[in-house]
């Protein structure tokens, strides 16, 4: 199809999952729930998610797939 699946994350991706690994494991090692806990990791899930909406990644990496419909179906539908 034309997809690159390589491991190449950059920096954000890479330092993102060891944030999340490294929170998970401390709410984690005790054993124990508390409300806390997991509002901890909401905000951790909220901040990544800032860092992400704020980080542009461009939409064309060089192997994208055209996924337009064809022009039959374009005059077909309107």
Known sequence: MGINMDLNFNLLKTSSLALVIIATAFTLQDGTSHYM???VLLLCYL???GCF???KTPLY???NIN???PK???TLLG
Do not use: C, H, Q, R
Request: aromatic residues 12%; negative net charge; without cysteine.
């Open 61 to 63: 990496d060089g192997n």
């Open 72 to 74: 039959a179906t374009k």
């Open 53 to 55: 909406s704020v980080f």
């Open 37 to 39: 806990k997991g509002f």
């Open 47 to 49: 901040v990544i998610e």
């Open 67 to 69: 996924l337009e419909l």
